[in-house]
């Protein structure tokens, strides 16, 4: 019997040595709907990406067969739950090159994870004068918690400034690291931009600082290898949900030194070794931060959508958005109308622009009907709209089964808002 975590060999999406898109496509039941009577074609893969069958199966396959809590039964059921559990804490561990599992806690996602760190490691390390460092294209998710911190230590946030293109100025935020910065808070992809960060620099100038750096990966590792060991880095956060996993699950990589040092971040059940009412001793890592019922079918499926990202290859996967990148910033270049935001060197699968007079939620709106699906807005990264002097940007981002012919599908839809409007 297939267990609920993940796919055998066989039904490996690529067996070839290209990215076999077509074939993947079969794997993502609703890639097959039409939304207003056009083939849906997916472009909003940075809000949250689809789900193939064998993460929707994993799931299904855990209600259907294995439903039991874990880390409490001693009957089948619960073993087999915490089996498919743990076994997922492995993969993610892998799956990120950490040291060990105790390193791995699971989380609602990247925003409860940086929140986690906010709460748990902020409130014991950080004090008055002291100084969070973030950059200016950092999501609402990594700006806020750290706000909120901030007014609350009286330490003092600071933002790493960058270029036209979207660039990290990464001689200002070296400037701006010193005996009082505490930590530096930076994502590793922009969401709005999709400039990739030059991590390594980033963590070695703070560490020099004596600063420690938590990486918001919820745009990288569904698009490149992370590796937390090469990285160097602190904490690193992502989701579920935009890894092709199911919404409600994330994950939050700490260094053990460091997360042995952090008091829980909630109370409960399973985070605790015994309770009495004079006193509680706490339980070993990772379990010190899961308090209460953890969601079990969320962590399975993010299992399940590990082993899918891995059976399709993740250098596979990069090289094949990388080519649709390019193909799609050439198509939106050869438009007059266009203005691409975020040019960076180094970026991945986010097509963020603007169409010449018209607002981008009129072309969200034309976009639909032609049954493209792009988001419009300020992506929850209000300064980087202010940084650019927009209020808002239309943003096609890609993933792994999107194709060249959706992107043409995108310019044609493109050219005919431009027409509606002129
Ligand atoms: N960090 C980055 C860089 C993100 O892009 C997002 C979500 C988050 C954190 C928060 O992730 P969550 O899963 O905890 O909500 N970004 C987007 C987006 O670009 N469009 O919708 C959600």
Redo the contacts with the bound molecule.
Sequence with gaps: MKTARGIDARESPDGGSSCDVQRIREDFPILKQLIHGKPLVYLDN???TQKPRQVIESIVSFYSEECSNVHRGVHLLSERATRGFEATRSSVRRFIHARDDREIVFV?????AINLVACSYGRAHVRAGDEVLVTAME?H??IVPWQMLCAEKGAKLRVAPMNSKGELLLEEYERLLGPRTCLVAV?H????LGTVNPLHEIVEMAHRNGAVVLV?G??AVQHMRVDVQALDCDFYVF?G??IYGPTGI?VLYGRERLLESMPPYQGGGDMIASVTFEKTVYNKLPYKFEAGTPDIAGVIGLGAAIDYLQSVGIEKITSHEQDLLHYGTSILEGMPEIRILGTAAAKTSVLSFTVQGIHPHDVGTILDQEGIAI?TGH??AQPVMDFFGVPATARASLALYNTRDELDALAAALRKVIEVFS
């Design positions: 940075a809000a949250t609602r996602g990247a925003t409860e999501h998710s990594n994502t992809v922009s969401n709005a918001d919820a745009q989701s949900h935009k994330g988001r992506h929850c």
